[in-house]
């Protein structure tokens, strides 16, 4: 007989880039889900797959196109193509886990899939993961706000990143690497000081104790942990 089952989706955080950090509820999940799903960009490595290798014998991995754009059209696409193809598996009773660096909650891909799943009327849970911010500050073994500073997490390409420099405690800008010049600019305008980590966890991690030696070419895995100057 047919089963009537339907599967789980699960958001999972796989944290910044090295596997020590992926968390023991994250594995357990992977581990019980049958099919992986993964963004595909279009980028030559994805760094998420590499991070959970471990644990990826036997399971399905599907590819959810999500394109490198703001176009509000083409994303609505993607992530409805995403959504139907994750549907499919959902359907035939097998569990999903959608993979992302860091922490799900925070400006992740799956979350545009989870939410249309959810309103949809299928089981979602979120498994957290350690944001990609917080090992960039271990990673420069400072604290991110003490006392009563405040904590303002940044997307750093989007235009409103230069006037939230501007805001009282600390700033993290997140995914610097294509707009870097322009955003040293702004910091140094906002009398601010900045530090930064390149690939946080990946292979290829670069610490940069100042904003000065950080170049133009910086990884698009970049993130800038700014300060104002009389902290």
């Given at each position: ?47 998420v ?14 590819f ?11 994303l609505?696409?993607?992530h ?51 944001p ?64 930064a980590v ?34």
């Amino acid at each position: 007989m047919k089963s009537t089952r339907v599967g789980s989706f699960y958001s999972v955080g796989t944290g910044p880039g090295d596997s020590r950090l992926l968390t023991l509820l994250a594995i357990e999940t992977i581990r019980k889900c049958a099919v992986i799903a993964v963004p595909d960009s279009g980028a030559a490595e994805n760094a998420v797959l590499k991070i959970v290798d471990a644990y990826m014998e036997g399971k399905e991995v599907v590819f959810c196109p999500m394109a490198m754009t703001r176009d509000k059209k083409t994303l609505e696409s993607c992530h409805e193509r995403s959504g139907e193809q994750l549907r499919s598996c959902l359907d035939k009773g097998l569990d999903v886990a959608f993979l992302t660096l860091g922490d799900p909650s925070i400006y992740s891909t799956p979350m545009y899939v989870h939410k249309r799943l959810k309103l949809l009327g299928y089981q979602t849970h979120i498994i957290p993961g350690v944001p990609s911010f917080c090992a960039a500050a271990a990673a420069l073994n400072v604290a991110l706000c003490e006392g009563g500073q405040l904590l303002h997490i940044i997307p750093a390409s989007y235009n409103r990143a230069q006037e939230a420099l501007h805001l009282s405690g600390t700033k993290v800008l997140m995914k610097s690497g294509r707009s870097i010049c322009d955003i040293k600019s702004a910091i140094k305008a906002a009398h601010c000081s900045g530090m930064a980590v390149e690939r946080c966890g990946m292979d290829g991690e670069i610490i940069h104790e100042s904003l000065g030696t950080i170049t133009e070419d910086a990884s698009y895995y970049s993130i800038l942990i700014v300060k104002e100057d009389d902290a």
